[in-house]
């Protein structure tokens, strides 16, 4: 079984959860994996883990939905402000 984690803050992992419900990509990895999050204060894990011990999830395919998910589920203005905020 093959396993994928990945932390961030809480408000993403909101974001995340909601793609996975409603895009695609999302719906599709949900039939691959069983999903679980952590939460924490400030930072909360999303877990990943495949449901058929001999399968493993293609990189791309988490490339392609963190991609709609940046597109679609975050507003450009808290890009924006977030992009400003390193600089």
């Known amino acids: ?4 984690r990945h932390t961030t803050n809480n408000g993403d ?8 419900k409603t895009c695609s990509y999302g ?3 949900t039939k691959l994996c069983d999903i679980e999050i952590i939460w924490g204060i400030p930072l909360s894990t999303i877990v990943f883990k495949t449901k058929d011990p001999a399968k493993e999830v293609d990189p791309m395919e988490f490339f ?4 709609i998910v940046g597109r679609d589920y975050f507003k450009p203005i808290q890009i924006k402000e977030s992009i400003k905020k390193k600089k």
């Not at 992992?13 to 996975?20: P, Q």
């Not at 392609?64 to 991609?67: D, I, L, P, Q, S």
């Open 1 to 4: 079984m093959a396993e994928y």
């Open 64 to 67: 392609v939905f963190g991609t």
């Open 27 to 29: 719906i599709g990895l």
């Open 13 to 20: 992992i909101i974001k995340i959860k909601a793609a996975l």
